[in-house]
């Protein structure tokens, strides 16, 4: 077994702005850990200028605060290994890495921690109907990831599911891909996602359906037909209104939920909060869970957004560095305090109102013997 | 048909990548050096991965992130090798897998 002070599952944003955080504040053996080939989590594949505050970067692309998060780290002296899933998590911090390729050897490393920070991440919801396992069906995030990641098309005619921002923003660059995006379907009887967004996709001439869901996926092998229908007020589809419409992909951008593997393998304890996306670990101010040492940020704490993922990261990795004496108390509350004053107004507004409640929701959960 | 991206309005033109040779089914393909092998099959419009255990369907990429495991195929004789995270090397053998990729009469 090695030994490490700071072990990070997750280098998206959260990940890695708490190991640039703890690094900065004079943590010496820091490392992140991820299962993709690449690391950057959900950013590498936002081409689109961000949404949000502007002392929040909105307004710069995704994938170029992954790579200012990647120099920093470098800078830092942070270690960074990929192809390598944290699979276990045991008693005194002690974190299991699976490393190395499917198609190559793995290895199983056990690494004692001082500090363990969970930064999984979210994962992509599924929706249910007649021949929804087709291939050609898949997440929106999948397609995102090939289109802009990849530089591959999934296929050239799509049907999408979902008109939250996700659903949007992915119809939007599939467009930019050069796949035809033929109808955006959504069951609700509005709009999800931003306006602007919207805007976008109807001006492009593609066709909204809200108050519809798809009832059937049909092909052999493959998608080839998508069978939709209008919903009645209750939700039920309205015998007659069925539409066929031609398609070689569906993309399915019904929300996500935290990934909460580790988190529940480890007993830590958790809560559930509908306007998160499901089951979120508990956690207190510092981002620390129910098990000292082990704190928790990101969208695997409630799925949110990049800029809130970073600052969660943030605020663990500067509570984590206290914590092993590399900060003092004075100097880590002033920067706690300037981290939790960014969230706050992140958390404002039509869209951010909910998560400021959920969030204090989650805080309020949080036992106060375990501190 | 090549389902690549050469040209977009954000991305810009393609890089020139280094192309390597790999054995998909028995057929060669060129992929460019690095990319998951998932992606090097979809360029060639290809989506088919594996066929389920027991009613033998058809299934391909679904989350592009290792987590589901709908693209699992036979790489180098390995059963079960993600492909949307696994990088294509040079003269890799693929193969469709078959249910859980054993004894399926192939020379594997
Ligand atoms: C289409 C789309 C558009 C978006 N647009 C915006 C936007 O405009 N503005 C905005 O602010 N936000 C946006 N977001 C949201 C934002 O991307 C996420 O909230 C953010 O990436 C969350 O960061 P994270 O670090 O918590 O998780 P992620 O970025 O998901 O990173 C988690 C990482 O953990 C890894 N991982 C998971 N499990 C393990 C394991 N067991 N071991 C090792 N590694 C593991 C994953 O591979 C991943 O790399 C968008 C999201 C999507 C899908
Ligand atoms: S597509 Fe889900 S694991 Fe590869």
């Not at chain 1, 069951?187 to 519809?212: D, E, F, L, N, Q």
């Not at chain 1, 107004?345 to 805080?363: C, D, Y």
């Amino acid at each position: 077994m090695i030994s490490k002070e700071i072990v990070i599952a997750g280098a998206g944003p959260a990940g890695l702005a708490a190991a640039i955080e703890a690094a900065k504040a004079g943590a010496k053996e820091v490392l992140v850990v991820d299962l993709n080939l690449k690391p950057g989590g959900q950013l590498f594949k936002q081409i689109h200028k961000f949404f949000g505050s502007s002392a929040h970067r909105s307004g710069t692309r995704g994938i170029d605060i992954g790579n200012q998060l990647l120099t920093e780290a470098k800078e830092y002296g942070v270690e960074i290994w990929v192809n390598s899933a944290a699979v276990g998590l045991f008693h005194d911090r002690i974190i299991s890495i699976e490393k190395g390729l499917d198609s190559g050897e793995k290895e199983l490393v056990n690494i004692q921690a001082q500090k363990i920070i969970l930064a999984t991440g979210a994962s992509e919801n599924v929706v249910r109907f007649k021949g929804w396992t087709l291939p050609g069906i898949m997440g929106a995030g999948a397609a995102q990831t090939m289109i802009n990641v990849n530089r591959v098309k999934p296929g050239n005619k799509v049907v999408m599911l979902g008109s939250g921002n996700v659903g949007l923003i992915v119809s939007y660059q599939l467009m930019q891909a050069g796949c035809d995006v033929v109808a955006l379907i959504e069951a609700a009887p509005k709009i999800g996602g931003y306006g602007v967004h919207a805007a976008k996709i109807r001006r492009a001439g593609v066709p909204i359906y809200t108050s519809h869901t798809i009832i059937e996926a049909k092909g052999t092998e493959r998608v080839s037909e998508v069978v939709i229908a209008e919903l009645d007020r209750s939700w039920n589809p309205i015998p007659g209104t069925e539409k066929v419409l031609e398609a070689d992909v569906v993309t399915l951008a019904a929300g996500l939920k935290p990934i909460s593997d580790l988190v529940r393998l480890h007993d830590l304890k958790c809560v559930y909060n509908a306007a998160f996306g499901g089951w979120v670990p508990k956690h207190d101010r510092n981002m620390e869970s129910t098990q000292p040492g082990i704190y928790v940020v990101g969208d695997t704490t409630g799925v949110e957004e990049a800029n809130t993922a970073l600052e969660e990261g943030r605020l663990a990795g500067v509570a984590a560095a206290e914590r092993l004496g590399y900060l003092t108390q004075t100097d880590a509350s002033a920067l706690k305090d300037d981290i939790w004053e960014r969230l706050d107004g992140l958390r404002m507004g039509p869209f951010g109102e909910k998560r400021m409640v959920a969030k204090n929701q989650i805080l309020a959960a949080f036992p106060e013997c375990a501190k | 048909m090549c389902m690549r991206i050469t040209e977009h309005v954000i991305l810009g033109q393609e890089e020139t990548a280094k192309l390597v040779e790999i054995t998909v089914d028995g057929k060669p393909l060129m992929a460019k050096e690095g990319e998951p092998i998932l992606a090097a099959l979809l360029a060639e419009n290809m989506i088919i991965n594996r066929y389920t255990v027991k009613r033998k369907e058809a299934r391909g990429l679904f989350c592009g992130i290792g987590q589901c495991t709908d693209c699992a195929m036979i790489v180098n004789g390995k059963p079960n090798v993600r492909t949307c995270i696994t990088p294509v090397e040079q003269g890799m053998v693929i193969k469709t897998q078959y249910g859980v990729g054993e004894g399926d009469g192939e020379d594997d």
